[in-house]
């Protein structure tokens, strides 16, 4: 463990430095959203031990990835990893579970814990490109939070297509979801 390290991060966390302000800005936004929201103290705190374990296992090497995730996810691992490892450290919110361990690819089956995460660790402010309409969709995220799943996935599978990559069962299940949990498109 490195000193000085941001206490809400869990104790076996993985991160860099850089790893940790990404967090930290995922959980700011997440809190910002949560106030507008006037969600429950209860449900607030779900949001952000989503958010503290989403990426604690992003920069932990092979052997713990090996010991965690299913071998093969490639880059895809560190969501099931980190999620298996909370799990074994007395995580049993299934919402919060399932919003670690599909953070990178989509999952139909969300509440809204995973929806707050996935839009989120898109739209948090430290990210590089389309500053300015990630920032838009980020302030729309408390009234419309459907739209902007809806926007948010669209052009992380846009991204995705468009890198050659096939698509992860649970992305397409994922999408389907949405377009039909919204009707026409
Ligand atoms: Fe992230």
Redesign the pocket.
């Known amino acids: 463990m490195t000193a000085g390290r941001d206490p809400r991060l869990p104790s076996w966390a993985e991160v860099s430095p850089e790893r940790e302000a990404?967090?930290a800005r995922?959980a700011g936004l997440a809190e910002e959203w949560a106030a507008r929201m006037e969600v429950s103290d209860q449900e607030r705190a779900r949001w952000l031990r989503a958010v503290w374990l989403?990426?604690a296992l992003?920069d932990a090497g092979a052997a713990t990835l090996d010991r965690w995730a299913t071998p093969g996810l490639g880059e895809l691992r560190h969501g099931p990893a980190s999620a298996s490892r909370a799990a074994a450290e007395g995580e049993a919110d299934r919402g919060v579970l399932d919003a670690v361990r599909y953070?990178s690819v989509g999952h139909s089956g969300w509440d809204m814990v995973g929806r707050v995460l996935y839009c989120a660790?898109f739209l948090e402010p430290g990210r590089g490109f389309d500053r300015e309409h990630r920032a838009v969709l980020a302030g729309r995220f408390p009234e419309q939070p459907a739209r902007v799943l809806a926007a948010v996935a669209t052009e992380r599978l846009v991204h995705l297509v468009n890198s050659g990559w096939p698509l992860p069962e649970p992305t397409v299940r994922f999408w389907n979801s949405l377009v039909d949990s919204s009707g026409t498109r």
Do not use: L, M, Y
Request: aromatic share 0%; proline share 0%.
């Open positions: 990404h967090i995922v989403h990426d992003r953070h660790d």
